[in-house]
């Protein structure tokens, strides 16, 4: 991929984040200007941290929930070429702890957000006749492993990808979600405050033996994000170790066999 996104402008969201952070670097390593997209004030350490490395990082402090803001952000952002809605929350781990407020705060941080990026980016990319968007979705869109909230707006990500796959595809732009499992990212140090032994027990779900690696999506995104993935579009790629492929401590209890 070297230099393959050189003179490139790639909005990423969720900038500040473990992901986020890896796909500031890798972009801004293969010469595009990173337009950082995060609701927290430390995205703007971006601008300082990459800077030195020579890459260019044009910081916005948004909440994406708000599409005004959002609409104002890309405005100053110039041709995007790459749309990368990689920001997402979970706060609410069952139903009866979700009141509706809390649903709709993690449908609009989770899918409505993501939607208002892709809102505001898709006109340009139709004049140019050209654009690529990334989304980044979750296992949890395609089963039921609690935070329902969280998990419905990753569901509903899977079917606005495949809506503007489908709608904007005669423009030449592709819309493709990537689905990770589990990934070691700060997200799970309060679970581990409860149980310290909290992903080592997860890992027997997969059958890698392991969870994921916040650089392991990365790369998979920067697939989709390149012309190395030119043919690709409408696609939902879980990033998981291996979870979705079946239930595998379910079919060691059946066949009673350690595999």
């Known amino acids: 991929m070297?230099?393959?996104?050189?003179?490139?402008?790639?909005?990423?969201?969720?900038?500040?984040?473990?992901?986020?952070?890896w796909l500031c670097r890798f972009f801004g390593d293969e010469g595009a200007t990173i337009a950082a997209i995060d609701r927290v004030e430390k995205v703007n350490d971006l601008v300082d941290r990459l800077g030195k490395d020579g890459i260019t990082v044009k910081p916005a402090v948004v909440e994406i929930t708000d599409a005004s803001a959002v609409q104002a952000a890309f405005a100053g952002f110039g041709d995007v070429h790459v749309l990368i809605n990689n920001a997402g929350v979970?706060?609410?781990k069952t139903l009866q702890q979700t009141a509706p407020a809390d649903w709709?705060?993690?449908v609009d941080a989770n899918l409505n957000g993501a939607y208002?990026?892709?809102?505001?980016?898709?006109?340009?990319?139709?004049?140019?006749?050209?654009?690529?968007?990334v989304n980044v979705g979750s296992v949890n869109g395609l089963s039921a492993l609690g935070d329902p909230a969280y998990s419905a707006g990753k569901a509903g990500m899977i079917a606005m990808t495949k809506a503007i796959a489908q709608e904007y595809g005669r423009y030449g732009i592709r819309s493709n979600i990537v689905l990770p499992g589990t990934v070691r990212t700060p997200i799970w140090?309060?679970?581990?405050?409860?149980?310290?032994?909290?992903?080592?027990t997860l890992e027997r779900w997969y059958p890698l033996g392991r969870i994921v690696e916040p650089e392991e999506v990365a790369r998979v995104i920067a697939f989709l994000a390149s012309d190395m993935a030119s043919a690709v579009t409408g696609a939902a790629i879980p990033v998981d170790c291996g979870l979705?492929?079946?239930?595998i401590v379910m079919a060691r209890e059946l066949t009673l066999e350690d595999f």
């Open 2 to 21: 070297a230099g393959q996104f050189a003179g490139k402008t790639i909005a990423i969201t969720g900038a500040a984040g473990g992901i986020g952070q």
């Open 189 to 200: 140090d309060e679970r581990k405050a409860k149980d310290p032994n909290v992903l080592k």
């Open 244 to 247: 979705t492929s079946g239930n």
């Open 90 to 92: 979970s706060r609410y």
């Open 116 to 133: 208002s990026c892709a809102h505001a980016v898709l006109p340009q990319m139709v004049e140019r006749r050209s654009g690529n968007i």
């Open 104 to 106: 709709q705060a993690d």
